[in-house]
């Protein structure tokens, strides 16, 4: 009986407790595992495109239309003329707008009120820039620059039809394809490429965004043309890159071997040529490259404009001065550069663009080439080397050189397996 006592006390002791705890949580929600949490909502930061808040606005993306105007864009987001007319009047000190591209991006950023008025316009010129024409409170424009990355790149690549169906056919460029012909040439004739020749370069890729929009410089490059290698290295003595061999030497002339991107040589200097369009044998004193309309024309060297007009025979040309030695013609351009007679260019300035203006029958470019006052054959000349490399950049050169070995060396080339390289030649 006793036993039966004592379990029961137990028992009710237990029932004691437990009500104990559950009436003390009931009526005191303090306790510290029902203590509110308080959480404060996070509020997402404002999203903003060119500078713009997008909560403000609302937003319509378009692209130029063939003969639009910046008025058929504004009028019917209740821009007044007048203010179209302002619009017109500021914008060519920045960028004017009647310089529109079609095809390219615009944005349009408006308040829908009472009525829809336009706040911002933003046109995309290329994809590195972009110009915001202000038309809320007073109007303002200016262009703004998007960030730009440089990638290290690398490609490798065997000829089986020529460079730029090599090049192209791994993804790369028209301006990758101009670069690598730059850098070895002047020591191999990109003409002679041969079936199974293959090369190796590593380069940097600008982009915006994630997308590329252009190439910078090669920084190292591996040729093999019938079995025999080039390699090319950049180093920076100081004041820009140039380009040298294994052993240091320069791999470049004070002149750009090809004055257009990559082409074909169509007709040779030559002192009785038929011509094509006179149908008289007369005789050719220049090189014609032929190349697509409206493909840059590059000048050849540094120099002065001294001739830049229009002839019935040349069409639109220009001529430069480089020294007292040399002198180069650029003839049939479809139009000029922005450089005017009697302004010094750079080497790789772009003076104009090939056409077919004058006696031609086709797109290309005469190149001429005068030694000392007279007209000699470009390609056989033997044309001063760019400066070489000085004594105390010989220990740096060859760090930079064994590391770009060991890059070139690294990259896969899935077509040959026992190939000589930069390391084992």
């Known amino acids: 009986m006793k036993k039966n006592l004592g379990l029961a006390s137990v028992v009710s002791l237990v029932v004691v407790v437990v009500l104990y705890f559950y009436f003390s949580k009931e009526s005191n929600p303090f306790i510290e595992e029902d203590i509110p949490t308080n959480e404060v909502a996070e509020i997402p930061e404002p999203l903003y495109k060119f500078g713009i808040p997008l909560d403000e606005y ?31 009047r500021l914008s ?8 529109f591209i079609p095809n390219r991006d615009y944005t349009l950023f408006y308040t829908e009120d009472s009525i829809k008025r336009a706040a911002y316009f933003v046109y995309e010129p290329s994809p590195l820039e972009y110009v915001v024409y202000q038309l809320k409170d007073s109007i303002s424009i200016y262009k703004e620059e998007r960030e730009v990355e440089t990638i290290e790149k690398t490609m490798s690549g065997r000829i089986t039809v ?4 090599s090049i192209r056919e791994k993804g790369g460029s028209a301006a990758l394809v101009s670069a690598v ?3 070895f040439g002047w020591q191999i004739d990109m003409r002679s490429l041969q079936v199974g020749d293959w090369f190796k370069v590593i380069y940097e890729e600008r982009q915006v965004n994630g997308e590329p929009i252009g190439i910078g410089k090669v920084l190292g490059a591996e ?3 019938i079995r025999n290698n080039y390699m090319a290295y950049a180093y920076d003595q100081g004041d820009g890159f140039d380009y040298y061999d294994d052993l240091g030497e320069s791999l470049q002339r004070a002149f750009l071997r090809y004055p257009v991107e990559f082409s074909r040589i169509s007709s040779r200097y030559s002192k009785s040529r038929l011509h094509p369009v006179l149908n008289t044998r007369r005789a050719h004193l220049g090189t014609d490259f032929a190349a697509a309309k409206g493909t840059p024309i590059k000048a050849a060297a540094d120099g002065v404009i001294i001739a830049r007009g ?21 003839l049939h351009m479809s139009k000029f550069g922005n450089y005017k007679n009697g302004q010094k260019v750079k080497k790789g300035d772009i003076i104009g663009y090939v056409g077919s203006t004058g006696l ?20 056989r000349e033997d044309l001063p080397a760019e400066k070489p490399l000085s004594a105390e950049h010989i220990i740096k050169f060859e760090a930079m050189k064994e590391l770009m070995d060991k890059k070139l060396n690294d990259i896969p080339m899935d077509w040959v397996e026992d190939v000589i390289t930069a390391s084992n030649r």
């Open 92 to 99: 060519k000190d920045v960028f004017s707008v009647r310089n």
């Open 181 to 183: 012909a730059d850098v």
């Open 162 to 165: 020529s460079l730029d169906h």
């Open 58 to 88: 609302q937003m319509l993306e378009g692209k130029i239309k063939r003969n639009q105007t910046i008025a058929d864009i504004l009028l019917p987001f209740n821009i007044s003329n007048q203010d179209i007319f302002s619009i017109d």
């Open 223 to 225: 040729f093999n043309h």
């Open 360 to 379: 031609a029958t086709g797109n290309h470019l005469c190149f001429r080439f005068w030694k000392r006052g007279e007209q000699v054959d470009f390609l």
């Open 310 to 330: 229009y002839t019935g025979g040349n069409g639109n040309y220009v001529k430069i001065r480089h020294n007292g030695t040399y002198t180069t013609g650029y």
